[in-house]
């Protein structure tokens, strides 16, 4: 893993440029428009090759154990933030973010693309995951008042009242794969994922425990 | 005589004011008992933020701008004894007006903008929000219209004649709140509302917060010249006595329209978008401001000495003692100066340039301007409500025992509530908390005067349905077979003889208040014409 | 309360009113001179 | 010829202007004020004047001011520019060894999270808004300023007392708005040791 990472890291002359500034997205007039000017039916034609990994309604998919492999989990597209999106596409596009297939996938996808494809799954319903029966007293406390002592703001005054996402680029996480929402959350714990601004997504992460992450998982992943 | 339809337009304008009043009045309790984390099972920003927008919009645009209207038009057509000009014109302007009020009510009452009273763009609510908040202005402007033919038509009538001193009064507020008006306007219409609708992606929040500040302060002069006009023309004739001086009065309200308008940037101290120097000017302004304040509060209070005295008042303080208490009107005006003492003072410190840093945005705000204007003004709003009621209604007031007891629940309720507000202030808690998460020893220390202030807004809260219920009760109640009120106005002891014509005219000052806005928000609003800003997106809440 | 009576008293000046007015004048002078410099110089510079 | 009829038309517009004032305070001297009113008046005009007086000296002279160096940045790439980059953020001495604080205030927090300064030390604070209007108060302290995206605010201060202080952020931004805070160390002037950083320059780069 780590050898594929050094390769990524010499092929793409991107990565070097401003080490720690999280992104080169930036919330600009002109990206913004660029953004808004993204047409669902490009992205619905473009988005036939998404199918394949992360489902036919971009549902994504949780863990699975294929024939004696486990396949990782992938997540969820429908009904995400546009601009969000858009800015994950373009960070793996840049380096900033890294995955062993994303990367070299996005580099096959300019701007418009990136546009279209955002604008199009942005117009699908949040994709509805099974209902879970379990108690979520923990997560809903986390979710609705955070933790003073641990200068934790609620998740919901981010990421809306009903995990939608909210205005210019905060992602939607009502219904997101439990196993990817809690992987993005250990990888921004461990700082290997780094695309987020001052890192204001890994000061939270780094003050949850892995307890705390699996139930705040799958609270979202029930929420409809 | 006043004729039913102008009856009917004045008392549809007030149960509007007063149905938002007693709304805004059990959100306000509510703030209260939540952000004290009293009882646990309320902390709900969401709920808590939704109910702060609500109640802004409803007390300090709704109930002021229904009420400023309803009472205005009364004045005119008592005054001047003319009926009102137009009526059709006056029942557009309350239909437009209510139209926007529900308007933005719906997005306000479902969470949609939570943005509070005060807009703070980047920050996006719902565009209807933004574009009820247009039509209760627009609605507000035909009353201006009506209020300035009416004085116009007036003076042809009577040539070199000294306009009756309520009428006078009304107009400089319907003048005032027409310039006053603009700021917020153009804000809205050319930079909040294109944003919400999507056709410019960035606006510039300096030039936002600028345009705001055109309005922030001339309006709550729009809100209180209404109590200054009972001070000058009901309370000397209720106490028994006269208005000590026309003039003086005349020139008050003058003073108070053209130098509150070109102030405003007492409330951008600590902004980085505008510097000191402009900061400055503003600063000095504020202050001179409150010389018509001042004014006012010796005019009134000699009125009530010479009122005392005629009723047998004798040595330095006897005349308060003499005073009739039990005149509902009386008692509100003697409450409402004891406010004003405080609530001026807080103003005063507020507007003491780099002092503001010691209090910006603090609890102290707050504080301030719920004893200034739910203390002084509001008060005189029920002592109006109660002396208006029965001419309205051709009945006699329900109880005056209950409109006294009502007055002094709502002047004691208004102390044990602002009080722990101020000292908070001082404390250096930040407004518009939800709830206390600070993990410091600090939020310790502010706990008991938050619950101080939960008994306080009960007070309130019981004192603002009691009014309610003494109104409800007087317009219930079966009209006896004779009943004859008129509207008295005050006399002043001098007969107003040669009264100079810019005392009684307001061409000329409209000329000075052109001058003044265009010196002290000329340059500071073209800045951001001239200097490469950076607009910034729309962000949800 | 004969009708001279009642025109000194209208001619009178209000000298309660500026006996009161002046107390409450002169106690926000000096309350506004201590949260001036008794509190907010001493809590450091600021510009 | 247009020159003198403009000459002209100026001294007639002058002389209307005098005569203007001349009837306006003939006028103001025919209206009736009691001497105890007018008494008042003066004694008011005073107090103000002393008041006035206080804040004007004090601002000419000890440069007690609010907080108002008018600066401009692009909020949307503050992450991209030099000055406000992550890794540029917090306590620094600049050139000639004062001490200069940047801070970045971002739904829900301020960047970085906990700041040490000196006490008794003039500091020089620049804080910008990533995202919407902040306000940001350290509390029983004359640090205090809004924050609006699109602007450098810029406030220069001292901490008289040593100890610690929650920065709060006092101006409503969001659901969040009373989560918003951080925390301030001030800590005695001779222990504070100055962090080892290489000397950023402080010309702000717009990116």
Request: proline share 5%; net charge neutral.
């Amino acid at each position: 893993m780590a050898r594929l990472f050094i390769l990524l890291a010499l092929l793409n002359p991107l990565i070097a440029v401003a080490g720690d500034s999280g992104s080169q997205i930036a919330w600009t007039q002109d990206t913004i428009q660029k953004v808004k000017s993204g047409s669902a039916e490009r992205g619905k034609n473009l988005a036939e090759t998404c199918k394949p990994c992360h489902g036919l309604r971009g549902e994504g998919t949780n863990v699975e154990i294929k024939d004696g492999e486990t396949l990782p989990a992938i997540p969820a597209l429908a009904g995400q933030n546009p601009f969000y999106m858009f800015k994950q596409l373009r960070d793996y596009y840049n380096g900033d973010r890294l995955h062993e297939s994303m990367s070299s996938i996005a580099k096959g996808i300019s701007e418009e693309d990136a546009a279209d494809l955002s604008i199009w799954f942005s117009s699908l319903a949040l994709p509805i995951q099974e209902a879970d029966n379990q108690d979520f007293k923990k997560a809903k406390t986390m979710v609705s008042q955070g933790d003073g002592k641990r200068i934790l703001p609620p998740c919901f005054t981010c990421h809306g009242a009903d995990g939608q996402g909210e205005k210019i680029d905060i992602p939607s996480l009502a219904g997101q794969r439990s196993d990817y929402f809690e992987r993005t959350l250990m990888q921004y714990r461990s700082g290997e994922r780094h695309n987020d601004i001052y890192s204001r997504m890994r000061l939270i992460a780094k003050q949850l425990t892995k307890a705390e992450i699996k139930d705040l998982a799958y609270y979202y992943q029930q929420l409809r | 005589m006043v004729s039913p339809a102008d009856r009917k337009l004045t008392i549809f304008h007030l149960w509007v004011a007063f149905a938002a009043f007693i709304v805004a009045s059990f959100l306000g309790e509510y703030q209260v008992l939540e952000r004290s984390g009293f009882i646990p099972a309320l902390d709900s920003p969401t709920v808590y933020f939704a109910s702060v927008s609500t109640h802004g919009v409803l007390m300090g645009f709704v109930l002021t701008t229904f009420f400023i209207m309803g009472f205005g038009y009364y004045t005119a057509t008592t005054s001047l004894n003319t009926p009102i000009w137009n009526p059709k014109l006056a029942w557009y302007g309350f239909w437009i007006s209510l139209t926007g009020t529900v308007m933005a009510a719906v997005p306000l009452l479902t969470g949609k903008a939570s943005v509070l009273y005060t807009f703070y763009l980047p920050m996006q609510a719902h565009v209807a929000f933004y574009i009820g908040a247009t039509l209760l202005v627009v609605g507000s402007w035909l009353w201006c219209a009506v209020m300035l033919v009416m004085f116009r038509q007036w003076k042809q009538a009577n040539p070199k004649q000294p306009v009756p001193l309520a009428m006078f009064a009304t107009t400089a507020n319907a003048l005032l709140w027409v310039w006053t008006s603009v700021g917020v306007a153009l804000e809205v219409l050319f930079q909040a509302i294109p944003l919400a609708l999507g056709w410019i992606d960035t606006v510039d929040a300096g030039l936002a917060r600028t345009l705001f500040a055109w309005t922030l302060h001339p309006i709550v002069y729009f809100w209180l010249i209404p109590a200054y006009i009972a001070f000058y023309v009901f309370v000397p004739k209720q106490a028994g006595g006269y208005l000590f001086s026309d003039e003086i009065a005349r020139a008050a309200f003058i003073v108070l329209a053209v130098f509150g308008l070109p102030i405003g940037f007492h409330h951008l101290y600590m902004d980085p978008a505008q510097t000191s120097s402009w900061k400055l000017l503003h600063g000095v302004g504020t202050l001179i401001v409150s010389l018509p304040t001042l004014v006012t509060g010796f005019t009134v209070i000699a009125s009530l000495e010479i009122a005392g005295r005629l009723r047998g008042g004798t040595g330095l303080f006897g005349w308060i003692g003499s005073l009739p208490w039990t005149n509902p009107m009386v008692l509100s005006v003697i409450l409402s100066l004891l406010m004003l003492i405080l609530g001026g003072f807080g103003g005063v410190i507020n507007a003491s340039y780099a002092m503001n840093a010691m209090i910006h945005n603090t609890a102290w705000v707050p504080g301030h301007f719920h004893l200034i204007f739910a203390g002084t003004t509001v008060i005189m709003y029920f002592a109006i409500a109660y002396y208006l009621w029965p001419m309205l209604v051709k009945k006699p007031l329900f109880s005056n025992s209950l409109a006294l007891v009502q007055l002094w629940t709502w002047f004691i309720g208004m102390g044990i509530l602002t009080t722990p507000w101020h000292v908070l202030g001082l404390l250096g808690q930040p407004r518009r908390l939800s709830s206390m998460v600070y993990n410091t020893l600090l939020t310790l220390a502010w706990k008991p005067y938050e619950l101080a202030m939960i008994f306080g807004g009960l007070i309130m809260l019981c004192s603002a349905c009691l009014f309610i219920y003494n109104l409800v009760k007087t317009q219930l109640s079966p009209a006896p077979e004779s009943f004859i009120q008129e509207i008295e106005y005050a006399e002043p002891i001098r007969p107003v003889a040669a009264l100079p014509e810019y005392l009684n005219d307001f061409t000329l000052w409209n000329r000075v208040i052109a001058v003044l806005m265009a010196i002290s928000f000329g340059i500071p609003i073209l800045q951001f014409f001239f200097m490469d800003t950076y607009g910034s997106p729309g962000w949800g809440y | 309360m004969d009708e001279k009576e009642r025109q000194r008293i209208l001619e009178s000046a209000p000298v309660g009113t500026f006996a009161l007015l002046a107390v409450v004048l002169g106690s926000m002078v000096i309350a506004w001179l201590f949260l001036y410099f008794g509190v907010f110089i001493p809590r450091g510079i600021i510009h | 010829m247009q020159i003198e009829l403009l000459i002209q038309k100026c001294q007639n517009l002058i002389g209307q202007a005098v005569d203007f004032v001349h009837d306006f305070i003939r006028q103001s001297r025919s209206v009736h004020i009691d001497d105890l009113e007018r008494k008042w008046i003066n004694i008011t005009l005073s107090v103000i004047g002393l008041m006035i007086v206080i804040i004007v000296l004090d601002a000419l002279i000890h440069n007690i001011r609010p907080p108002s160096k008018v600066e401009t940045i692009d909020s949307a790439r503050l992450h991209l520019s030099k000055e406000f980059a992550e890794s540029n953020l917090g306590v620094q001495l600049d050139g000639n060894g004062d001490v200069i604080v940047r801070m970045v205030a971002g739904r829900y927090s301020f960047f970085p999270k906990h700041i040490a300064v000196p006490a008794e030390t003039k500091l020089t604070l620049r804080w910008v808004s990533m995202d919407v209007l902040h306000g940001v108060h350290i509390p029983m302290t004359n640090m205090s300023t809004m924050i609006i995206p699109g602007y450098v605010a810029e406030i220069t201060t001292s901490f008289p007392k040593p100890g610690e202080y929650p920065v709060l952020c006092n101006e409503y931004c969001g659901l969040g708005h009373n989560h918003m805070w951080s925390n301030i160390s001030v800590i005695a002037k001779e222990d504070w040791k100055a962090p080892v950083q290489n000397f950023a320059k402080k010309e702000p780069d717009n990116g």
